[in-house]
């Protein structure tokens, strides 16, 4: 079943692939100022230096993973094998961001904005390498062997769409001399899509294999399988990715943020531009007809023993409830809760940045992205710490950028980008990935223009 459900993933990211990174690394720290700025700090649009600034369509994408290089991927030989190999946990994530049509509005010491935005997570996490070995390599093999489990992480297969409308409101608090400082706030109405999130955690036992036939024997566990929406039934339609505002309005969260920035004598050109954000602060709740949302306690004890090839050939989670609810597997799933909506926390992160100029055209930004939650609760939407460093060269209408990254799950990065005019295009490891087969993939691509 994990195999089938990390080439699902893998196959969503070559679907969307096409499009980032850590988010528009590089643009959003632009000298140009707007929405994209202030999609990272809402305190950024009173930096615009325009009247009006309109999104069209701007598009990221991040695959990030602990186990597979780009040229593994690329190549497509024995992924599963390479994925559940060494000992450290796998992981996968893949993070899709989409801004629609928006527009900011910059009125004497105040700023307006609303935008509109799509998102994608799909995860793989904290997989141990002898359970993913033995179901997936295990009806393969023609002896016989047996793998002890013992591991403490929560153990999940996850992915939430959904979508946003967000309401930006920047003020220029103070003004004097060379020194300016803002404040902003974002409230996003969310609009869930859909979810699922199948996790074993604390994860006890041995895995038989007796000539292919694979069997679970001592082993304890608490599981959760929850699902909304079109997820609930089939991980490989991606077309339903599109359906990111089917719900209605169910759920708010606020972006709050600062910035300060110290300028050139008798210019508005800055030297240094700081801030600091609060990000995603809120949560949605899940109310399709299919929700489904279910605690299990697991415990194969005795002589009694689950078989896990039923498990193999799965690719939904509806598949997984009624094999788990199948009188002969039922004995050894005892439930202890179950709810018809339930509630997802987004992803809540500090950002903090300061954007240096060293001499002339030349810029470097220092970036920190930081999670503020644990991935290992079942209720959240998974986001990862990163760190950056992005060298650029700016004119007016013309930047250069080069990111360079450290991720939580991919390690260091390395990429290029350009701005010309209202169009962008970069990629935060496409440097990495020729130099030495970075185990990040992304790129973004956009259209915005001002007045």
Known sequence: MKNRIYLTLTTLTISLFGFSQEHFSGITTSNRGGLLNGSMNPAELSNMNMKFDVNLFNTSINYSNNKLTFSDLVSGDNLEDKFFSGTESSNVRIDALIYGPGLAYKNGNWTYAISTVANIKANIINVDVALGNAIQNGNLSGIISQ?????????????????????????????????????????????????????ASNLQGTINNTLGDIELVNATAQVNLAYSGFLGNDFNNTSNYSNFFKQGINGVAADIGGTYTYKEADSNKYIITAGLAIKNIGSMTFKEENNTSIDYNLDVSGLESLDLNQFQNVNSLTEIEQI??????????????????????????????????????????????????????????????????????????????????????????????????????????????ALNNSKQADVYLGFRFGI
Not at 152 to 171: K, V
Not at 330 to 341: D, I, P, R
Not at 404 to 429: K, V
Request: proline share 3%; glycine share 4%.
């Open 147 to 199: 793998n002890t489990i013992s591991s403490t992480e929560n153990q999940r297969i996850n992915a939430t769409t959904w979508g946003e409308i967000d309401l930006s409101l920047s003020r220029k608090l103070i003004e004097i001399s060379r020194h300016q400082v803002n404040a902003g706030a974002t409230l996003k109405l969310l609009f869930p899509s859909a979810y699922a999130n199948f996790s």
């Open 324 to 433: 788990i609810d199948d009188p002969a597997n039922a004995a050894f799933f005892q439930k202890t809760k179950t709810n018809q909506s339930f509630k997802v926390k987004l992803p809540t992160t500090i950002n903090a940045y300061a954007d240096i100029k060293v001499k002339n055209k030349f810029y470097v930004t220092a970036s920190i992205l930081q999670k503020v939650v644990d991935d290992s609760e079942n209720d959240l939407a998974t986001t990862q710490n990163t760190y950056s460093l992005i060298p650029r060269i700016a004119f007016k209408s013309f930047e250069l950028f080069a990111p360079l990254a450290s991720n939580e799950i991919s390690g260091f990065t390395s990429g290029f980008g350009f701005r010309a005019f209202g169009f962008y295009l970069g990629s935060g490891s496409i440097i990495s990935a």
